[in-house]
DNA sequence: TAGATATATTAGCCAGGGCTAACTTTACAA
DNA sequence: TTGTAAAGTTAGCCCTGGCTAATATATCTA
């Protein structure tokens, strides 16, 4: 990132040469990443939540704790986030609902693991490793790279 | 992950039945994701430090934080906990070297960064966004992927 | 060289996301 | 139906990594 910090014409306001921009750019790509970091939580927890119901009907805290490796208390803690922040609806000691927005952003990130899974496989990648990796990945791909990667996935059906 | 949780016949004790293994190896993807994200301040950190120490002759918190999108504060006190972990060395007010330890893990950063950018670049996506997206992905890029990046990028000079 | 300015640090706050221990509620079985 | 086991929650702790305000040190310039 350093060693050429040339190319790449961009807009940015010019103050006094390409360091600033250069400085900028990497400090907005920081605070992506600690945004996407954010999300990481709740991404995992919907998609896991639609996960298990549909597999067995019912999404339980012992479930998604055993699946998340954590301790129950941990998920009940972020089961209350999420449903503070919208994505779920649910009663003390019962069932464990999706709202709509959580819905839909489950299903996105679905999607979205599917297609890095299918990418790092398509590269040689064996099925557990890209399992893993996707997990981690997922939340880093913008939507420019999510399409450079289905792209490459009809080329290489 | 759910829809077909059955195939990828791997070792794991053997328990009920697919059921735990792939719980078991969800909560292990689930763990490692959390462990790579414990490393990814650290990471950035000696990466950054190498790059303005090369760029400029030394690396001043001021600058870090100007590159990170942090304050000066935040600097600080992670240099503190970077130092703790024995990966800088420094004396207070003075300037920031990295020890042998931090040399070795912000080549190998370096190293794996411009891997990664240049692994999307090659797959069409725009070099800004390719820095960016990389920022985020290298942290959860394990070695099997990595060299199926370099096979790719071998492939496609 | 002294004083202003820039840089660095400390102190103290906050939220996120882990944990254990203790308690409540639910569910199941005798 | 009642009592025990399993599940869920609460309380309270920890560390990370942000922040601001206040303070200390360095640096640069007049």
Known sequence: ?????SDSP???PSDTASDD????AQADGFARVR??????????YVELIAELIEATGEAR???????LGVKPPTVTKNLSRLTRDGLVKRERYRSIFLTEEGENLARACR???R???????ALGIEEEVAQRDAEGIEHHVSGDTLRAFEVFL????
């Open 111 to 113: 999607e979205r693991h």
């Open 21 to 24: 921009r250069t400085a900028d």
């Open 10 to 12: 961009d807009l940015a």
């Open 1 to 5: 990132m350093s060693e050429n910090a």
């Open 35 to 44: 945004a996407a970091h954010e999300n990481e939580m709740a991404e995992d």
């Open 61 to 67: 805290p012992v479930d998604m704790a055993e699946r």
């Open 115 to 121: 297609t890095v899974v299918s990418f790092l496989m």
């Open 154 to 157: 009809q080329k290489n059906s």
